[in-house]
Structure formats: C-alpha cells, structure tokens
C-alpha cells in the first residue's frame, strides 16, 4: 500500500487558486457580460420613481419559452453584489421584479425575475398622494367560479395575490385596504386586503410584500378614471393607532379618491 501514493493523480490545489479563481471572474465579465448575449439593465432599487440608480449588465435567461406558466418569469446573472430581492429592473422597454434572494458562487450572482403586468395605484400611506407601482398580480381564484352561495345570500370568493418591493410605504399596507385593478375602466374590480405577509419573502432587511386580496364592491368615490380606490375612510379609522396622522388631521376626500393635503 505505501507504494500506491506514487499513483495518485495530481492535485488540483497547486497554490496558484487565487490566479485562477480572477481567470474565470475576468471571463464572466469580460468574455459573458460584454457580449451580444448580455444586455443593458436599468435597476431603480425597491421604488419605481425618479432615474435609475444604476445601470449594469447582465445574461438574461429563459426568454424564449415554451410554456405559459414560464413565460412571465426570467433567470438573470450578474455581478456580484448588484442585485437584492425587491429591486425593480427596467429591461427592453418592461418592468420586471426581484423575486428571490440573490446569491452567488463568488464568480456571478443568479436570480429570479417576474414581469410586472399591473400597474398598481394607490394613496401613499406615508406622502398620501396618489402614487403608481409595477405589480405582479396571480389569479388566486382556484378550482371554482369566483362566486360563493351560503344559505342567505350571494358573495364574491375571486381572490388576487399582488406581489410588491416591501419599503416604507407597502409596508404598510392592512387589512381591508382597498385597490381597483382591472382593464376595464367603465365598470373596473375593486379589491381589498385580506392578509397582509412581509415575512414570508423577507431576505435580511430585503424583499417582498405579498398581499392576498379578495374582491369588493366598487364605491361612488372611487376614482374610475385613473383606477385610484378611495381609502380616506380606511385611512381615518385606522390613522391614529398606526402611526398616520391623526384622523382630526386629516382633510375629507375630495370624491376623487384621493386625500389633498
């Protein structure tokens, strides 16, 4: 047996790891990332307003798809350190999202994207204006119609789960707030909050606020026009004991969904 070390094959480990470690970085970034394969990558961070933060670039995976269910999603390679869950990305004209935790092998970071497909209107709960983020809303209505008979009565079972960047502002999102999503904007689906979950797509001070909703009736003062559900009265009820402005503080509605201050 002492014989058989003379017919080991060579290590790997030679002391020269550091030398080839910056070999394969410098061929991700320089061969991968600087070819026609990659593209350019506008990243806003977790809010969609204003100018991009930055700019990087990046492999765009999966984009020619073959199924339905994948064709909303992408897998995306960067560098390390560009990218957390919650960023918004602009890419060819669309609105994508980070969905996952971006972690990487020390050569590139790898994640998953969404396509934003609503855009979602709402009053700021910290500014209160009328402000726009890029959703990604799922049909949660499952195996039956969207309507519910009980003994009484007739109710709406349709339900929406509305994936969003947690910041200060969707953090504070609850039950029983309302929004108005649709295409159709003569007669448009009102929404409210059933559940409201930080924790469950959290990444260390990063990630996502997932909303179950379930539909509502549409009010007088919901502003069809630009798709604005009016929350003053949520906002009175629940202002003081969460951290708004006091109800006395806060002017009525104008009837046109939104709080003027």
């Not at 991700?28 to 070819?35: G, Q």
């Amino acid at each position: 047996m002492a014989q058989d070390w003379y017919l080991m094959e060579p290590s790997v480990l030679g002391g020269f790891e550091n030398e080839e470690f910056k070999l394969w970085k410098g061929g991700f970034e320089n061969s991968i990332l600087n070819s026609v394969f990659a593209r350019d990558v506008y990243v806003y961070g977790n809010y969609p307003t204003g100018k991009p933060k930055k700019k990087i670039r990046a492999l765009v995976l999966d984009q020619v798809e073959n199924s339905y269910n994948t064709m909303s999603k992408r897998q995306i390679l960067c560098d390390v350190g560009e990218l957390c869950c919650g960023d918004y990305l602009w890419i060819d004209g669309r609105w994508w999202m980070c969905v996952t935790l971006f972690d990487n092998n020390r050569l590139y970071s790898k994640g998953i994207l969404w396509y934003c497909n609503t855009m979602l209107n709402f009053t700021s709960l910290v500014t209160f204006k009328p402000t726009t983020y890029p959703a990604y809303v799922h049909n949660a209505t499952q195996y039956n119609s969207g309507e519910r008979y009980t003994d009484y009565l007739f109710t709406i079972s349709s339900q929406r789960l509305v994936y969003l960047p947690c910041n200060e502002e969707t953090v504070l999102f609850d039950n029983d707030y309302r929004f108005l999503i649709d295409k159709n904007r003569l007669h448009p689906s009102a929404w409210k909050v059933a559940q409201a979950d930080t924790e469950n797509d959290d990444w260390g001070g990063y990630g996502l606020q997932r909303l179950m909703l379930v539909e509502d009736e549409l009010q007088p003062t919901d502003d069809v026009e630009n798709m604005l559900a009016d929350n003053a009265g949520w906002i009175r009820k629940y202002g003081r004991n969460s951290g708004y402005p006091a109800p006395e503080d806060i002017p009525p509605s104008d009837g046109m969904g939104w709080i003027d201050l």
